[in-house]
């Protein structure tokens, strides 16, 4: 389709022009004599009304030149006359005389045309005469053969005059410039030839290069092409029309570059990353190469320093991507530029040569020094160098880089902030979690600890391997409803607070019960605490195994029950009945018992080992027991495959794994003597004590041994009623311990000089590591640990019978 549809219509002849105005022959009287079509196309009257009648009659009003006086001027003569049409409506006309001689008399060429249309020519003609004079729009044409045949004054100016490029293909004129609006052909040449052969213009095309006038500066022009035809539609050739661009097109290209840094420069929470984001952005729209200057103390999270000197002991970042960035250290005299803009605060223009230090390697012509400013703070200095683009930095320019440079000194001082507070979070991970098992010999340990907040490394979940009287472990695992340090904090208080609950030897329902209402009750003491109010989401269980009888118990608060897999390789989900989350109270726990044979593998999870995006919690524990069927394998090597098998992408929920791999105390190592309630039996208790360790090659411990034994037995005749039970134990330290029916515990005091007893428990306590009671359904039961002399690691390895598949390392 046509875009001008009335482009024909144009004419650009002359009103005046014979082809178009009226003309008439008028005699020496002012008669008419001659009447041409023309004439009658403008006034309507036909040649046979005007012939021979005065010319006056044409008049629509009595002006002061009258056709008569006119005609006897013999001199060419100009003037604007109203006419009356033969429709009666008057026409004002720009009326010409030319005095004619010729045989037979004189007489007048009239020439009439409408001013209106008269008027409207001659402003075209001005209009024409300012494009080719005045117009900063440069007009170019070129003939079929692509030659240069005109160009107006605008054309002239960027060539530095048109004469030597009359008769030059367009090629000539701009010989490195370039097309850099895609989407047509590559090159002037193809773009001329498609018009000429199509007559369909291209409007709008980007052309980058140097004018011959200015070739220092690089123009950016819109260029568009039309085909000229002649009357009869013959290509006549092309013209061009140039627009100089190059203020809109950069602003256009800065706003374009801080779009883009808006999205790339600080989307990371990295420095080193965030400084290439700077460069990448830059280079080479603004800049030939960007440096980077901070201070070690911002690569460490910290502040940078205020009172050293500017400039002083910096670290450069310089490449061409994250990955290739390297780091040297650099410093720079007072009297630098770039220690003026680190000390004032302000960009500063350095057009000194200098010779490259990145990757560039050439000598830039031209730096602009920036300092990172952020929070009010001087973090580093960002340097922009040019040794490509010949062109100096700008005012506009350096507003850009100035801008950039703000961008980046906000990613890096959130970077900074956010290694700082990662640093914490790291540090509150290591006092959270449990980062080396405690040595015992009830089980052998593996764990991993998945927070789904990766980015701060900590979580809700938690998990704790708890070394108990008797030579018993409690296992435990737990967890917080949500994500990152506030369910860390509270995951860290249960933790601490299940510990301490575990060292009073509650069995597990007596501990979750507890557990469960100190989190109610802080809930409701603190309600507007935030980290309180995450905690009523809490889910927990809790287990004691018994090396000695091979008894597990545990109990559950809302937590997934354990899987066990035993020495046979069969695997089962446990049949515990789990109780409410802890906090809401109202149901009891329940305590589930379960004898588990020598090198037997139990899983204890949270959730999000067994659930995931897009994966109900069953398929989880499905593939979970698959896993444990290989349950001979190290523990190491089932975490990793019990993890790996976890859905791809960011986790939806912190998961937490504790595997452990049961062992028993040989029957050699446990020693049991029912006494009693007799005082002579204690005599029997050190006795058997003494042999007892002679036999277990303990000699040097047998007096301090048979004190402490006889202190507790004596203790437990006087106080308790029915029989006694001492049990010694050789484990990692030797236990003494003495049970009897009776639920009251001693107290530790301190006895005055008169008194005749209360001395024993504090002999205990002096003689021992540790020692304390623990309750039973028939009474209790009071233990003390006593250290070992040292002893070859074979014989201490020797205490525990397993599987035979080893021991597992436990890694952090």
């Known amino acids: 389709m046509d875009r001008f549809p009335k482009a024909a219509d144009v004419d650009f002849h002359s009103p005046v022009d014979p082809s178009k105005a009226a003309i008439a022959v008028l005699d020496d009287d002012g008669r008419v004599t001659g009447w041409g079509p023309s004439a009658q196309r403008l006034l309507g009257h036909t040649a046979e009304e005007m012939l021979g009648r005065p010319a006056v009659q044409l008049l629509a009003t009595v002006s002061g030149q009258r056709p008569a006086a006119l005609c006897k001027a013999h001199r060419t003569r100009s003037t604007v006359l109203d006419l009356r049409h033969r429709d009666g409506h008057t026409l004002r006309a720009a009326v010409t005389f030319s005095p004619l001689s010729r045989q037979g008399g004189d007489a007048v060429v009239v020439v009439a045309a409408d001013l209106g249309a008269l008027r409207s020519w001659e402003a075209q003609l001005a209009l024409l005469q300012e494009l080719n004079t005045e117009s900063p729009m440069g007009l170019t044409m070129y003939d079929t053969e692509m030659r240069v045949v005109w160009g107006n004054t605008s054309t002239e100016l960027e060539l530095g005059g048109i004469a030597p490029y009359i008769g030059q293909p367009a090629a000539a004129l701009f010989p490195e410039g370039e097309f850099i609006t895609r989407h047509h052909p590559p090159t002037e040449e193809e773009v001329m030839e498609q018009v000429l052969s199509t007559g369909e213009p291209i409007i709008g095309m980007h052309y980058r290069g140097r004018a011959p006038a200015d070739p220092v500066r690089e123009h950016v022009w819109s260029c568009s092409y039309y085909r000229m035809v002649d009357a009869r539609g013959e290509p006549l050739g092309l013209f061009e029309e140039s627009v100089d661009i190059t203020d809109r097109y950069r602003a256009q290209e800065r706003l374009s570059l801080l779009v883009r840094a808006g999205k790339r420069i600080g989307a990371s929470l990295d420095v080193r990353r965030t400084a290439a984001e700077l460069a990448d952005v830059a280079v080479p729209q603004l ?117 950039l440079a703000e961008r980046a000194a906000v990613g890096i001082d959130n970077a900074r902030r956010y290694a700082r507070e990662h640093g914490a979070a790291l540090v509150l991970q290591r006092s ?224 937490a794994l504790l595997l452990v791999r049961t062992r028993r105390l040989d029957s050699d190592r446990v020693v049991d003597l029912e006494l009693p309630p007799d005082p002579a039996m204690v005599t029997r208790a050190r006795t058997l004590t003494e042999r007892q360790l002679e036999t277990w090659g303990l000699c040097e411990l047998s007096f301090t041994a048979a004190l402490v034994v006889s202190e507790l037995v004596t203790n437990a005749i006087r106080y308790a009623a029915g029989p006694v039970v001492l049990r010694l134990i050789r484990d990692r330290q030797l236990l003494c311990e003495v049970s009897d029916g009776a639920h009251t515990a001693p107290h530790l005091r301190r006895a005055r000089r008169d008194d005749e007893g209360g001395r024993g428990l504090f002999l205990v306590a002096q003689l021992s590591q540790r020692w304390g009671t623990r309750y039973t359904a028939s009474g209790k039961t009071i233990w003390a640990g006593l250290a070992l002399p040292e002893a070859p690691a074979d014989a201490r390895s020797g205490a525990v019978r397993s599987d035979g598949v080893g021991r597992d390392a436990v890694a952090g």
Do not use: K
């Not at 789904?452 to 391997?465: C, Q």
């Open 287 to 403: 800049a030939d190469e960007v440096l980077v200057d901070l201070p070690p103390a911002v690569f460490e999270g910290r502040q940078p320093p205020t009172g050293s000197a500017p400039g002083h002991s910096l670290l450069r970042m310089h490449g061409r991507g994250p990955e290739e960035f390297r780091t040297s250290p650099v410093s720079y005299p007072p009297s630098s530029p770039q220690a003026m803009s680190l000390a004032t605060g302000r960009s500063v223009v350095d057009t000194a040569p200098r010779e490259g230090v990145g990757d560039a390697g050439s000598a830039a012509h031209s730096s602009l020094f920036v300092p990172l400013l952020a929070r009010g703070a001087v973090l580093g200095l960002a340097t922009f160098r040019r040794s490509v683009n010949p062109d100096p930095f700008g005012s506009e320019e350096q507003t850009l880089a100035v801008e």
């Open 432 to 655: 959270l979690l449990p980062q080396h098992m405690p040595e015992q010999s009830a089980v052998d340990v593996a764990y991993r600890y998945l927070p789904a907040d990766s980015r701060v490394g900590v979580g809700g979940d938690w998990f704790d391997v708890i070394p108990l009287s008797g030579a018993r472990v409690g296992l435990t695992v737990g967890d917080v409803v949500g994500h990152g340090v506030h369910a860390a904090a509270a995951m860290g208080r249960l933790r601490a607070t299940v510990r301490t609950l575990a060292q009073l030897d509650l069995d597990p329902a007596e501990l979750l019960t507890r557990l469960d209402d100190l989190v109610a009750q802080g809930s409701e003491s603190a309600a507007d605490d935030e980290l309180d109010g995450e905690a009523l989401g809490v889910t927990c269980l809790y287990a004691i195994y018994d090396p000695i009888s091979g008894r597990c118990v545990w109990s559950s608060a809302g937590h997934p029950p354990p899987i066990v897999s035993d020495a046979g390789g069969s695997v089962a989900l446990s049949a515990v009945a789990p109780g409410p989350p802890l906090g809401l109270g109202g149901l009891p726990y329940e305590n589930v018992e379960l004898e588990l044979p020598s090198g037997s593998v139990v899983a204890i999870f949270t959730d999000g080992v067994v659930e995931g995006r897009g994966q109900d919690i069953d398929a989880g524990i499905d593939r979970l027991t698959q896993v444990l069927t290989w349950q001979r394998s190290p523990l190491e090597e089932l975490c990793d495959r019990a993890l790996s098998v976890l859905p791809p992408g960011p986790q939806a929920d912190d998961a």
